[in-house]
């Protein structure tokens, strides 16, 4: 068995048997690439090129070399429908081709569970809603599934669900409103499983829990203020804009730098000590204010 991403370049190989070692040493093998353009058909190739299961059996390869094998080969679907892989199973071509198909089927299977659980990771914070054969079915176990936000628009869906819905284009169904697309609001959905027409087939129901809500991300504690016997915090006391001016300017004491303060100029009545505050230690700065100049205020 091989995996390989959307280059066609195999990522991981699965081998469990001296067949499937002889196998490895004839090319089917980890970091190999099997795109069209390099190999001509073949199984992992043309189902990247297509984006359909398929099997590839005997000369029903392009290179001589691989006439011996057959592939049976899925896409690995990513939540908003991209390939982003295959998933390959190869053996020697015996038989008919018929009887690869259960090769065939065993990766399509794997595939469908593969892209059911991204879909539910990616979309955790949605509803999921699940298409399964009778109201007593496990939702869990279905790979059939849609993802629908608050409103009731549906932001995806699995491979499977377009089977089973008959919708061959995922953009088809995407954007959609549920109730406006199968006749079944989502409260319905959250009460009972609801069947999709009248006739029986396949009924929704919720996969799952209710979607996670966000947490907000945790505010840091705040670091607690260094004790700091200035004229500085003196005056700023309990007031939050007041301290926040004194850790300004405390990190900016005791540097080669200049400093312009700016205010508004003091009424008669006042005294205007509030700026006095701030510029004398500011000039004189906090590690050696006995060489610092003296602080004139005009």
Not at 64 to 84: K, N
Not at 271 to 277: A, I, L, M, V, W
Request: glycine share 10%; with cysteine.
């Amino acid at each position: 068995m091989l995996v390989t991403d959307a280059s066609g370049i195999v990522l991981r190989e699965y081998i469990d048997s001296s067949r499937g070692r002889e196998l490895a040493d004839k090319g089917l093998s980890l970091g190999t690439v099997w795109t069209e353009n390099l190999v001509g058909t073949n199984g992992l190739g043309t189902c990247l090129a297509t984006g359909e299961a398929l099997t590839v059996y005997a000369d029903e390869h392009f290179g001589r070399e691989l006439q011996r094998f057959s592939c049976s080969t899925a896409p690995l679907i990513a939540p908003d429908g991209g390939v982003i892989g295959a998933l390959d199973i190869s053996t020697y071509a015996q038989g008919d081709k018929i009887g690869q198909g259960l090769a065939l089927n065993l990766v399509c299977d794997t595939a469908d569970q593969i892209e059911a659980a991204m879909f539910r990771h990616a979309f955790a914070r949605h509803h999921l809603l699940a298409l399964v054969g009778s109201p007593v079915a496990d939702p869990a176990q279905s790979n059939a599934l849609l993802a629908v936000n608050d409103s009731g628009w549906i932001l995806g869906a699995t491979s499977s669900a377009l089977l089973q819905l008959g919708v061959r284009e995922r953009s088809l169904l995407v954007g959609q409103g549920l109730a406006a697309l199968t006749g079944i609001s989502l409260d319905a959905v959250h009460r009972a499983p609801v069947a999709l027409n009248e006739g029986g087939g396949w009924l929704m129901r919720l996969a799952g829990n209710l979607p996670r809500a966000a947490s907000p991300a945790a505010s840091p504690a705040p670091k607690p203020r260094r004790p700091l016997d200035s004229p500085l915090y003196r005056a700023a006391g309990s007031d939050p804009q007041l301290q926040r001016n004194a850790d300004i300017c405390h990190r900016v004491l005791d540097r080669d730098i200049c400093i312009l303060l700016q205010g508004k100029p003091a009424p008669a009545r006042r005294s205007g000590q509030g700026r006095s505050t701030i510029a004398a230690p500011a000039a004189r700065g906090p590690s050696s204010p006995s060489t610092a100049p003296p602080f004139l205020n005009p």
